[in-house]
């Protein structure tokens, strides 16, 4: 019993913590959209599994696309719009050659070292957006997570009470630094936090804004949906500077 509570206890200061630290409502800035048209992007993450959604949509809608992938042999796809640029995110350099003449980034950025104290999703964000500062890249579309911020407990009681305390506590607490990172930076930046991603097809995102999810169950949304979206801001001011839900 006392365990128990120790746990619960643990479970809100966490809780606590990924929603003092992370991106709240008040960190909405205004932006003003520089308004020019896109067309050749940078996706980080497509050999992952919303990377590789949004790699495919992207050519499908015209865009001329620059993929970072630390090992180009996952990537088993080849297209005349397609260039591929080896080099890992935490590697200032490789991210500068992927960055330098591209309109905006979109970053699916993400790891399964769970139980090891990285800081893989905050420092390749930070060179990311060093090297779009440098370059004058404006654009910056960045998938994190629902359960940080002031979305905390919108996972759902299964997450927040077990998966995000006893699994995914760094994980998530260098997410909370990347959304930061993001925000303190010049850029047009939209983070979309995404609920639990499944591999189904697209059917659309049904709920999208700062109050989505639910504090009882655990939401979902394909990652072909949350691919769609995060292409959309890429033309949608309506996120400019705020970190937006999606889900089912
Ligand atoms: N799973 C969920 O239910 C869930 C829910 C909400 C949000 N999210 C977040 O959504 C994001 C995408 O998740 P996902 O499951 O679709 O993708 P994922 O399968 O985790 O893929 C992550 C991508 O990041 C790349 N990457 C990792 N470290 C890198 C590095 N050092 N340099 C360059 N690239 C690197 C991976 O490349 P390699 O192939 O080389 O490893 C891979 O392409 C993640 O941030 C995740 O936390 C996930």
Known sequence: MRLLLLLIVYAISLAIGLWRRGLTSV???????????LTRILIIGVTGGTGRQLLVRALEQGYVVTALVRDPRKLSFEHPH????????????????????????????????????TRILSEGTRNVLRAMETHNVRRFVCETSLGIGDSVGRMGLYYSLLVIPF???????????QERLIAAS????????????????????????RKVGSFLWTVRIARA????????????????????????
């Open 186 to 209: 010049k850029l047009e930046w939209v983070i979309v936090r995404p609920a639990v991603l499944t591999n189904a097809v697209a059917r659309g995102v049904g709920r999208h804004g």
């Open 27 to 37: 960190a909405k800035i205004s932006i003003a959209p520089t308004g020019r048209p």
């Open 167 to 177: 699994i995914l506590p760094l994980y998530f607490w260098d997410k909370t630094r």
């Open 82 to 117: 397609l260039t591929v640029v080896h080099g890992d995110v935490l590697d200032y350099s490789a991210v500068e050659k992927a960055v330098r003449g591209q309109d905006a980034v979109i970053s699916a950025l993400g790891h399964k070292r769970f139980f090891v104290l």
């Open 225 to 248: 949906d949350v691919a769609d979206f995060m292409l959309k801001q890429l033309v949608n001011d309506s996120y400019l500077g705020t970190a937006v839900g999606v889900c089912r």
